[in-house]
Nanobody, 123 residues
Framework: DVQLQASGGGLVQDGESLRLSCAAS????????MSWLRQTPGKGVECVSA????????YYAGSVKGRFTLSRDNAKNTVFLQMNSLKPEDTAVYYC????????????????WGQGTQVTSPA
């Protein structure tokens, strides 16, 4: 079975940093584009970043561009989201996810999801 184990969330002050990790198992990780999405009660689910299977191309939502960096280590079946200069509006549950068919930006198109990790930056 495909499993995605997300970790690294926590409570941080405005302007601080966190690094999220997502370890995959049960799949050919290096063949798949990977994404991080976040869910907030008021805004629904947003795709914040994505990376292609080779780690060459990345996508960032405008709200995080310049502050978040997505990378992957295919030898360790892990994708990392470095989040700097965190803001209260970054508070959300963060999920790693992928669809074997390719890279998508819409939450409904993702087939496999991790369990989510909470990131909180109080106002």
């Amino acid at each position: 079975d495909v499993q995605l184990q997300a970790s690294g969330g926590g409570l941080v002050q405005d302007g601080e940093s966190l690094r999220l990790s997502c370890a995959a198992s049960g799949c050919d990780f290096s063949s798949y584009d990977m994404s991080w999405l976040r869910q907030t009660p008021g805004k629904g689910v947003e795709c914040v970043s994505a990376i292609d299977s080779g780690g060459i191309s990345t996508y960032y939502a405008g709200s995080v561009k310049g502050r978040f960096t997505l990378s992957r280590d295919n030898a360790k079946n892990t994708v990392f989201l470095q989040m700097n200069s965190l803001k209260p509006e970054d508070t959300a549950v963060y999920y790693c996810a992928f669809n074997p068919d390719g890279m998508y930006m819409i939450a409904s198109r993702f087939r496999y999801w991790g369990q989510g990790t909470q990131v909180t930056s109080p106002a």
